[in-house]
């Protein structure tokens, strides 16, 4: 049982660490909180990194996950640049870059993960970018005037992202992407034709099963991607957005069980029942689909980090949720629920031309996933769908005229 004499350090002042900080407090934890993380912010959303901040339409402080000053008022000792090096497991210690080093009762990790670098010649010319946080976003921020010319190298989720923002403002961008569609690592092909066509219609050029094969500089600044074709994309900047990799080497180093992430329990608990892992650096069991998963998702981060803080304070930990997402690109609001991976097959609910409709995912009876586009009706009922492993009738959900709900009602009733 933890107690007000106990130390709870958390390693990672991201999305999951610092709502561990704040779940701690909510669920009575009266000891001392420990905030480790390198960045030098408090801890911060990034998912606006690729759309209202990169656009500029909102400013840093726009990003706190809540106001500075209410981390001393929760009586959390944030510490913002510091580096955890080590952890020695035996003497409940974690060392830190400056130096120095702190005892724990009971340590979190929650240190995210950060970008695959683009393995290739030219990589290190300058103007080649990416988008993990504040200070990439800063210094990406001129690339997008009007007129440059911007290739993004990758396209998953943030390049696309990053391009429609280029596109609005002004900027030309062209989406270098090595596999045959869009999105092929989360979405299934009739979301990513859409968003294909979504974003030529809207003046993007983008580019598929081009595999790149360097960059081309002129007096160490980057200005062209070559690609295995032969051909040449000239540039005035790249962003390059091939993914992330977690951050488990701490816990791989203390000798904690880790495959892709950080290996975790229903509770969040590592192979040391003192040490937990969330957020993108956890490869947890997803109650929903009953598999060893690692996700990389705001929900996801939040649910692990209140999920650990009631473990630690012995309280009852939130009900599973089904795994989500969001993206927004353009006028297009994409919610999306549950995992497409064993997709059998798909029916579209609503019209895809008129911008608003959903793709649900079936295996079998049972419902998937869904994506729903400019349809938060849909998003919301296959959501709790899913979570209660329901089986609508496909025929129904193409049928617009039965109103989503009355068919979750329908079937949440069986
Ligand atoms: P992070 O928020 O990355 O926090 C980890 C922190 O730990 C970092 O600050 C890092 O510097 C620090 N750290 C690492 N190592 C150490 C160490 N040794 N010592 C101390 N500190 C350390 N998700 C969505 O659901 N929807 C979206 O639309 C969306 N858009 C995104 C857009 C962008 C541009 C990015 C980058 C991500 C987006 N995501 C989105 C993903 C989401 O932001 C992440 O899943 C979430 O931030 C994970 O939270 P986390 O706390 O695990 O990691």
């Not at 309280?315 to 991976?341: I, N, R």
Request: with cysteine; aromatic share 6%; net charge negative.
């Amino acid at each position: 049982m933890i107690s007000s004499e106990d130390t709870v350090l958390i390693l990672g002042a991201g999305q999951a660490g610092g709502q561990c900080a704040a779940s701690l407090r909510r669920f009575g934890f009266e000891g001392r909180i420990i905030l480790a993380g390198s960045e030098p912010h408090p801890p911060y959303q990034r998912p606006p990194l690729s759309k209202a901040y990169l656009s500029g339409e909102i400013e840093a402080d726009r990003l706190w996950l809540q106001p500075p000053e209410t981390w001393e008022e929760q009586k959390v000792d944030l510490r913002t640049g510091l580096e955890a090096i080590s952890i020695d497991r035996a003497q409940k210690t974690v060392r830190f870059a400056d130096g120095s080093s702190e005892n724990y009762s009971c340590l979190i990790i929650a240190t995210g993960s950060r970008v695959r670098k683009l393995p290739v010649e030219g990589a290190d010319l300058e103007s080649v970018r990416y988008l993990r946080n504040i200070a990439d976003v800063d210094a990406l921020k001129s690339d997008f005037s009007p007129g440059k010319r911007i290739a993004v190298i990758g396209g998953g989720y943030i390049g696309l992202e990053a391009a429609a923002v280029a596109k609005k403002l002004g900027a030309k961008p062209v989406v270098i992407e090595a596999l045959d569609r869009l999105l092929a690592r989360v979405a299934q092909p009739e979301l990513s034709d859409y968003y294909k066509h979504a974003h030529q219609s809207r003046g993007v050029d983008i580019r598929l099963s081009a595999k790149v094969e360097s960059l081309l500089g002129k007096e160490g600044h980057v200005c062209g991607v070559r690609l295995a074709s032969g051909d040449v994309i000239e540039c005035d900047s790249v962003l390059v957005g091939i993914g992330v990799i977690p951050n488990q080497e701490l816990a791989t180093e203390a000798g904690l069980k880790t495959g892709n992430g950080i290996v975790v329990n229903e509770d969040c608990q590592t192979s040391d029942p003192a040490i937990f892992a969330i957020g993108d650096c956890a490869e947890g069991i997803n109650p929903v689909y009953h598999r060893r998963i690692r996700l990389e998702s705001v929900p996801n981060a939040l649910e692990q980090a209140k999920t650990a803080a009631a473990t630690i304070c012995e309280q009852p930990a939130p009900e599973p949720e089904t795994p989500w997402f969001w993206s927004d690109q353009f006028d297009l609001k994409l919610q999306s629920a549950g995992l497409v991976t064993g997709t059998e097959f798909s029916v579209i609910r609503g019209d895809m031309d008129s911008g608003n409709f959903a793709i649900f995912h079936f295996a079998g009876d049972f419902l998937l996933a869904a994506d729903a586009i400019n349809d938060p009706p849909s998003f919301m009922a296959a959501k709790m769908m899913i979570a209660k492993g329901a089986t609508p009738d496909p025929r129904e959900i193409e049928n617009t005229d039965i109103p989503i709900k009355d068919i979750m009602k329908a079937c949440l009733a069986k």
